[in-house]
């Protein structure tokens, strides 16, 4: 895995790295006692031994932004975001700015937590009361049902019509089960599976995730095209930075098109991984804003698609919370429809 992006955040190492560095270039303190402040809070040991290298470098007469342009290791996040930064021509006070849009993603995708963990607790309500009463009482009344029907010989039309019901009602609990569990793994690791392919597809939480990617990427891109990055060169060190195995690998293939003499329009113009809204961006003929600006329009589009999602999310769950409610209520009324049915046929009311 140490090839692919990794977890964005182990045991909050992001947080203090996003704070620090910022106070640091803020307020001018001696860079070197940061950094191994730093590092003695982190959890992520290789990230902290790169620091503490960094810092020790920088205490023998070495500037960062030379330290910077030498460093090659990408096995860590650390490491991939200094390789960005080392890029470009100001990477002390680039990596300020990097590491803030990462945390902005961090904090964005830990947001998930909050929106769906109170329709989530529901849907866990409802789901564990259809259970208990399919299982005290829908199940058990099955088994009466049989038990009349054979006793009495009376066709066994509505013995088949409640197994049926019973069928149905225990899919539908396996559903709600599925559908429950999908989400308690969003809430609790909501960064972790920032990297599987599968959370992409899922309603409104995929396009959620998706478009908080873009808006990184679009970001990303546009401040390492202001700092004069080569194209090819900053497709490379965005898509490293990047969660969505797909937009990943599209960017990883527009670098190296672009790296062989292809402009950014006819590297990204035909590849449909690229989202159509993100390709009109960057390669409408109409559009006479620089490189960078397109990006930080693009950027600025998906945020704000993000936050529309984001607002949506829990209208997610609804409907499936409001079906967990009839399946509740099912479970317990159709044994009692049913023995009123057998009550009503064994004493000859037609």
């Known amino acids: ?49 790169l620091l503490k290298k960094i810092a020790a470098r920088i205490e023998r007469g070495e500037s960062l932004e030379s330290i910077l342009s030498q460093f090659e290791s990408r096995k860590t996040m650390m490491g991939r975001l200094l ?28 947001n998930i937590r909050v929106v769906l963990a109170y329709p989530l607790i529901c849907l866990m309500l409802v789901v564990f009361g259809a259970i208990v009463l399919a299982a005290g009482w829908l199940v058990p009344a099955t088994r009466d049902a049989d038990a009349v029907a054979r006793e009495f010989d009376a066709g066994g039309i509505n013995a088949a019509m409640f197994q049926l019901l019973l069928a149905g009602d225990l899919i539908s609990i396996a559903l709600g089960l599925l559908i429950w569990a999908i989400g308690l793994l969003i809430v609790l690791g ?17 396009r959620y995730y998706g478009s908080l990617n873009l808006a990184l990427f679009a970001r990303l891109m546009e401040h390492l095209t202001q700092a004069g990055v080569g194209i090819s060169q900053a497709l490379e060190a965005a898509a490293i930075l990047v969660s969505w195995p797909r937009l990943r690998r599209a960017v990883n293939e527009a670098a190296e098109r672009t790296s062989q003499s292809s402009t950014l329009e006819e590297a990204v113009a035909d590849d449909q991984r690229f989202p159509a809204t993100l390709r009109a961006f960057l390669t409408h003929p109409g559009n006479k804003l620089t490189l960078s600006a397109r990006f930080a329009t693009a950027g600025d589009f998906f945020e704000q698609q993000a936050r529309s999602h984001c607002y949506a999310m829990p209208f997610l769950l609804l409907p499936f919370v409001i079906f967990g409610l009839l399946l509740v209520w099912l479970c317990y009324a159709i044994p009692i429809m049913v023995w009123i049915s057998w009550v009503r046929v064994l004493a000859g009311i037609s």
């Open 83 to 110: 390789h960005a930064t080392s890029l470009t021509s100001q990477p002390a006070e680039m990596i300020s700015r990097f590491v803030g849009l990462i945390n902005d993603y961090i904090q964005s995708l830990r």
């Open 190 to 206: 909501p960064i972790r599976i920032s990297r599987w392919s599968l959370v992409y597809q899922l309603p409104i939480i995929g």
């Open 1 to 49: 895995m140490a090839d692919h992006p990794s977890d964005f955040d182990r045991g909050g190492s992001w947080d203090v790295v996003s704070d620090a560095i910022s106070r640091t270039m803020d307020a001018k303190l001696p860079l070197p006692a940061t950094l191994r402040a730093l590092a003695a809070d982190l959890n992520d040991r290789r990230s902290a031994s």
